[in-house]
């Protein structure tokens, strides 16, 4: 068995870093096995090294070696590319064509950002994990192959289970081993080394002086965060080696390389984000205030109503405490502490409750209806459809934020006309 030494020089790894080592290591021993492999971590860390080692070190290194980008095929043809097609399956099949697990049939095909391939896709693969079995598109014959699968991806894939991105039984299937990557920003001692490495070739490439860092470039190298890994890192030596005039490079040039990620303050999520209740204007919230007015008003109403038909206060009371409590604010409610106190505010002509016909216990919410102007109906009109717009006409949401129920909201709508 090779010692994790010589395979770094044998495939050009640069770094020391132990996360990195155990990488290797795991990769080394699982090789002579047909395990499948998924190989994890950010773009750009160098995760299409791992299926490399792999395959070189196990009893297929004869056989074909495919690496596939399934973020880089279309969905619509990503299963004729996987698995082959007949003639005639679909527009432009003008002939019978072998898929890549065909192809690598007694060798090994690298599935690269296996997380994104489309969900009919994963079925298929899940099958060829399983049984070794595939289906060309197009055609009902059953064929088998003998491949070993590394798959890579910088997906998390626990988020896209859960978000029904990619299958549960499927991502078992793929990890039976799971090799993760470290982020170069995890691998501080390296990335000096990487760069220098870097200086290096595309000096040798470009036929010029090899570019050098000054002390303090090195600690800005050090201190950024390298979002984009090794391949971003590359790309920065190489900008600077054929830029720079002057091949002594300080942190200030340096600097003008590296893109600004900004501070490494504690972001705050959101903070752009309006609330469900949040109005956009002064005008809209004077709309809210109304439409509140109006809900209490005809909360005034009910309770009258009951005061008129129901001779017994105390009763009254009772039954409408919730009612009580919300038209008539905590500090108002030591004002009014028994039924009799209420009947005072809402005291009505005693023959308007015992002896007047029918009709004429109505005329007070009648005169009230009458003084409701037109305006507010408006208002509230206006208020329902910039609610409804705001939720992309949702009206459970549009109910919370108007702060009545979806049943009320339901009658105004059809009241409207909406």
């Known amino acids: 068995m090779e010692s994790v030494h010589a395979i770094k020089q044998r495939f050009g790894i640069i770094g020391d870093d ?12 699982v090789a002579p096995t047909d395990i499948s492999v998924l190989v994890t971590g950010e773009s750009g860390v160098g995760k ?13 290194k004869h056989n074909k070696y495919i690496a596939v980008n399934c973020g880089a095929i279309p969905e619509g043809t990503i ?24 192809e690598a049939d007694g060798g090994t095909i690298f599935l690269d950002e296996v997380g994104e391939l489309p969900l009919p896709t994963q079925v298929r693969l899940l099958r060829v994990l399983e049984n070794g079995e595939f289906l060309k598109v197009g055609s009902s014959k059953t064929q088998k192959t003998d491949v070993r699968i590394v798959a890579a991806t910088n997906v998390k894939m626990f988020d896209a ?9 499927l991502y078992y299937r793929l990890s039976t081993v799971e090799i993760n990557l470290p982020p170069l920003r995890d691998r501080k001692n390296d990335i000096h080394l990487l ?11 470009y036929k010029m002086p090899t570019i050098r860092l000054e002390d303090d470039a090195v600690q800005n190298l050090l201190k950024y965060r390298w979002s984009g890994n090794i391949r971003q890192l590359r790309n920065v030596a190489e900008q600077i080696s054929v830029l720079e005039q002057n091949r002594s490079i300080s942190a200030e040039k340096l600097r003008a390389y590296l893109p600004d990620t900004g501070s490494n303050l ?19 919230i004077l709309y809210k205030v ?32 919730s009612l009580i409590k919300k038209i008539y604010s905590e500090d108002d409610s030591d004002a009014y502490e ?3 106190d209420i009947t005072e505010v809402l005291q009505l002509p005693e023959e308007s409750v015992v002896s007047s016909p029918m009709k004429d216990k109505y005329h007070f919410a009648e005169d009230v209806e009458e003084e409701e102007t037109l305006s507010l109906q408006e208002k509230e009109l206006e208020l329902i459809e910039k609610s409804l717009e705001r939720h992309n006409g949702k009206r459970k949401a549009a109910a919370k934020e108007l702060g009545i129920s979806e049943r009320t909201l339901y009658r105004k709508i059809k009241q409207y006309d909406l």
């Open 266 to 284: 504690p972001a705050v999520i959101g903070q752009n984000k309006k609330s469900e209740s949040d109005f956009s204007s002064e005008r809209e």
């Open 290 to 321: 109304l439409f509140d007015m109006k809900s209490d008003l005809n909360d005034l109403k009910k309770l009258t109503l009951e005061l008129m038909e129901n001779g017994n206060n105390a009763t009254v009371q009772e039954e409408n405490k």
């Open 161 to 169: 289970i859960k978000n029904e991105r990619f299958r549960e039984d």
């Open 79 to 102: 299963d004729s590319e996987l698995f082959g097609h007949e003639k005639g399956a679909f527009t432009g099949a003008t002939s019978t064509r072998s898929g890549y697990f065909e």
């Open 48 to 60: 299409e090294s791992i299926p490399r080692i792999i395959h070189s070190l196990s009893h297929r």
């Open 195 to 205: 760069f220098r490495k870097f200086a290096s070739d595309f000096a040798t490439k």
């Open 18 to 29: 132990p996360k990195l080592n155990r990488s290797i290591e795991k990769a080394i021993q």
């Open 338 to 340: 028994s039924a009799e």
